[in-house]
């Protein structure tokens, strides 16, 4: 997966191993340029910060883009003397990977006015040091930093202008932005869209065919890989591009500097203007169709929802698996005192509240760092498939009796002989949680979108409501004698139901084998077949020799075989399965007599254009609930017919693997999930219909018949 955390951590190697050999990485050269060759005092002047970067490298702008960090300078004066704000000249585009930064090639200059103090005495020499630091970046990214020195003397009459600095800056100067240009600007949102409208003064006689908007890293609802639309209009024109629905929370400005190859001024005028302007806002960005009148009546609804849609979440596909160890749980618990049972509710439900949190967490420092991520983000991990496969193969030949846990966490904290464990009981519920992770119940579409839009103290309050919606129904079983009383007494027929159900988890091993298929190839499933051999047997060394009536050095013999090769057979998958398979979708593929092409942005819009009405099924091969729908729904021959009868053209935007445009095209639907399935009608701008995350062949064909 093509995520930032990749990123992040090829940075921090590269940034260690430049630290260990030392900070100045020759590719970026430092020095400081006056602007005049004498000092007066109180009167300020300006001094360039001129870097010299080698050709095919670049530096960063003060808003580095979707990586990257911003280039510094840390001014250290006499007394008295005071540095101005840094003076940024417009940056440039720079495209790596699917990345787009904001920075400079070649040379550049930082500018900087100087203010002296009034009292200063005449003949004084006075140092001006500079610590400048960055980050230069051509296929690797290595930091820098450097100490830069002038020395200047103050003299009592007007300040000389120093031939060479002073022609430098000017030209410098001319890189930057223009405060007042003579144009208006104002800004709006409506539709996830922002949208900035300019009206060109009387005097403008130019054409402007090309506008970039660079925004300041305020305005970091706006991707810097975002296209940017521009419309002409009588007085001036409009730039549209999307907003960024998970750092959009309703803010009231916007600023950054746009682009203009005509120049602002006329023909060889300034090309940058500095742009600050209110922002109107329309409909919330990333939140449900849903109204309130209220931000605490909004969150109140949208906590409703995720308490609901975490019920639900125990009859998802996903979560079918673990109701076995639920059940075997509460069979034993049966048996237990009142007091004991609620604790190993308290402490299931503790497990599944921790692990959303953990989650939570996870999206949101990941989504605040630049990536686009939603909910199941990590079954897109080929890591985190390769782990949880081995995790849940464990439990299995555990519940076939291969082995024993000593706490056993397959039957919810109990061994056989009934003593309790509390763990058990936490670490359950957090793979509960693990595993229902790749499926959307009903009404969590909404609650997802509406958490990660927001600040994050509603997500996290919105992610604690899923937990307790999902260990709700443990937990009142747990509490209520009454309904306990109906449990089957423990017996001799709950080893077998323990091996049966750990057939269940068996075919999880498979579904995740599969899913890895669509990642990473036959190739990548053999060599986790071969792993989970490896671990297997690991397991059956386990459960041969260390058993509690084996003597304790045999035990720990087997103890230390076991780990080590059950580590080995996990760090041979890790270390060798890749992504080499191409995504799904990234070809057309045909299910039940439709044919689904491959999504993209252009496509759609280009479809709309067309007046064809379109079909978009948001899905990935991790997504059990996408799965049950195409075989259950999209795969019937009605909806086939419906799609044919009404020209629908079929389009699938598979997740399956890390998809930063499916993310945004997702975000767009305030959806941070799969699965989504959206309904055009034909033409340019008709509302899309949203049809409900667990389809049917009649939901399919009504929403269908329904368009015109």
């Known amino acids: 997966m093509k995520s930032l955390l990749k990123y992040l951590v090829m940075l921090l190697l590269l940034c260690g191993n430049s630290f260990a050999f030392g900070l100045n990485d020759n590719h970026v050269k430092v020095n400081l340029i006056p602007g005049v060759t004498t000092i007066e005092p109180g009167k300020p002047f300006w001094v360039a910060v001129r870097l010299e970067v080698t050709p095919g490298w670049h530096i960063y702008w003060k808003n580095p883009g979707n990586s990257g960090y911003a280039t510094s300078v840390t001014w250290k004066l006499p007394e008295g003397y005071k ?10 585009k720079f495209e790596f990977e699917g990345l787009v930064n904001y920075g400079y090639e070649g040379t550049s200059y930082l500018l900087t006015q100087i203010a002296p103090p009034k ?20 296929d690797v990214c290595m930091p820098g930093h450097a100490s830069a020195s002038l020395s200047m003397k103050v003299e009592s009459g007007p300040a000389q202008p120093s031939a060479v600095g002073s022609k430098l800056i000017s030209q410098a100067r001319a890189m930057l932005p223009v405060d007042n240009s003579g144009w208006k600007f104002d800004a709006t949102t409506h539709d996830g869209m922002l949208q900035i409208k300019a009206l060109k003064p009387g005097w403008y006689k130019g054409e402007i065919r090309h506008i970039t908007f660079f925004p300041d890293k305020s305005s970091f609802f706006i991707q810097p890989d975002s296209a940017q639309i521009l419309s002409n209009t009588t007085g001036g024109f409009v730039l549209s591009m999307p907003l960024d629905s998970s750092n959009y929370h309703g803010q009231d400005s916007i600023s950054g500097v746009l682009l203009s190859d005509a120049g602002w001024r006329g023909s060889g005028s300034e090309r940058a203007v500095s742009f600050t302007s209110r922002l109107s806002v329309g409909p919330r960005i990333g939140t449900p169709i849903v109204k309130s009148s209220s931000g605490v009546g909004e969150l109140l609804l949208m906590l409703a929802f995720a308490f609901v849609g975490g019920a639900i979440l125990n009859l998802m596909p996903c979560v079918l698996p673990v109701l076995s160890l639920k059940i075997l749980g509460f069979v034993k618990q049966a048996g237990e005192e009142k007091g004991k049972i609620v604790r190993h509710g308290a402490a299931f439900t503790g497990g599944v509240v921790v692990s959303f949190w953990i989650l939570a967490g996870l999206l949101l420092v990941l989504r605040a760092g630049g990536q686009s991520l939603g909910w199941g983000f990590q079954l897109q991990s080929i890591g985190f498939v390769t782990i949880l496969s081995v995790f849940l193969f464990l439990f299995g030949l555990s519940m076939f009796g291969v082995f024993e846990i000593g706490v056993s966490l397959t039957t919810v904290g109990q061994n056989v002989q009934g003593r309790s464990s509390y763990l058990g009981s936490f670490i359950s519920g957090v793979l509960a949680t693990v595993v229902a992770t790749p499926c959307t119940a009903p009404f969590m579409g909404s609650a997802l979108g509406f958490a990660l839009s927001q600040p994050a103290y509603w997500s996290i309050l919105i992610f604690t409501f899923l937990g307790l919606g999902m260990a709700t129904p443990y937990l009142v079983l747990t509490t209520s004698p009454a309904l306990l009383r109906f449990v089957p007494k423990p017996g001799a027929w709950m080893e077998t139901l323990k091996q049966l159900m750990g057939f269940f988890l068996m075919a999880t091993v498979l579904w995740l084998l599969w899913v890895l298929s669509q990642q990473a190839g036959a190739q990548g499933v053999m060599l986790l077949l071969v792993s989970l051999l490896i671990v297997g047997l690991g397991a059956w060394i386990y459960g041969r020799w260390g058993t509690l009536y084996r003597s304790k050095v045999t035990r720990r013999i087997a103890q230390a075989l076991a780990i080590l090769t059950l580590a080995g057979g996990l760090a041979f998958s890790l270390q060798n399965i890749s992504p ?31 007046q064809k009405p379109v079909f978009i099924d948001f899905t990935a091969a991790w997504c059990l609930s996408c799965q049950v729908n195409q075989r259950v729904a999209l795969s019937s021959p009605e909806v086939a017919e419906a799609f044919r009868r009404k020209g629908i053209v079929a389009v699938m935007a598979d997740w399956t693997n890390q998809d930063p445009v499916i993310a945004k095209a997702l975000a767009a639907f305030g959806r ?7 309904l055009y009608p034909p033409g340019a701008d008709s509302r899309p219909v949203i049809l409900p995350e667990l389809i049917t062949p009649g939901i399919v064909t009504s929403a269908v018949n329904g368009i015109r």
């Open 83 to 92: 540095a101005g704000p840094l003076q940024w000249p417009y940056p440039e």
């Open 119 to 138: 009292d200063v005495k005449p003949g004084t020499v006075i140092a001006l040091n500079a610590d400048v630091g960055w980050l230069v970046c051509k």
């Open 580 to 610: 080499n398979a191409p995504t799904a979708g990234s070809g057309e593929s045909s299910t039940g007599g439709i044919v689904w092409k491959p999504f993209s942005p252009e496509l759609v819009a280009s479809l709309r254009k067309e």
């Open 672 to 678: 941070e999930s799969v699965p989504l399935y959206v």
